[in-house]
């Protein structure tokens, strides 16, 4: 429990999936090597939580089964915060995704909204989906200090809803990289729900690949 009342949420990005840079929205690679490194670099011996939650796919899944194990803590397997889809280009490296679909890809990064991939999961849909969970997520641990272990596509959906920043703008308004943390305060008083983004701590920089 949080010593004021308030909901502390720590968001952390997977580390580095096996298998090389590529687009794996949905493709369930566990972590590499470097990725495990990277997890554990990222996590404190100051850290405190009350609960660990977790999107199902390995990358993200095998890490905080493995940090709850270690810590005696609950671990939450939540399916609304896995990953973005992103249809056929699945699997492909940029490189690749660039030579079969031309400037789709850079114009998905200027506006992911008006240029969902061939086959993937629509922007506000995503969005949808992952502000579902993250409501659920408030509402079962009022008060409480969560880990939540997810995505780069779902970090952005959860910080472009705390700041007000529009999905076309969310894919291109900062850099959410390997292992990355943000912490989110919310507040629930007379005057209803209120959350401030308190830190966003890239580990290293890394390229902006699911």
Known sequence: MSDDGATLIDLIRHGEPSGGPMFRGSKDDPLSETGWRQMRTAISSEDRWDVIVTSPLQRCRGFAEWLGAEHGLDVEVVDRLREVSFGDWEGKTAADIEAAYGDH?????????????????????????????????????PGKRILLVCHGGVIRMILANVLGIPLSQSFSGFAVPFACRSRIRVDRTPHGEFSALLSHTPLASEPHLR
């Open 105 to 141: 890809l850079k114009r998905f990064w200027a506006d992911p909204v008006a240029n969902t991939p061939a086959g993937g999961e629509v922007l506000t849909a995503f969005s949808e989906r992952v502000l579902g969970g993250w409501t659920q997520l408030k509402a079962t641990y």
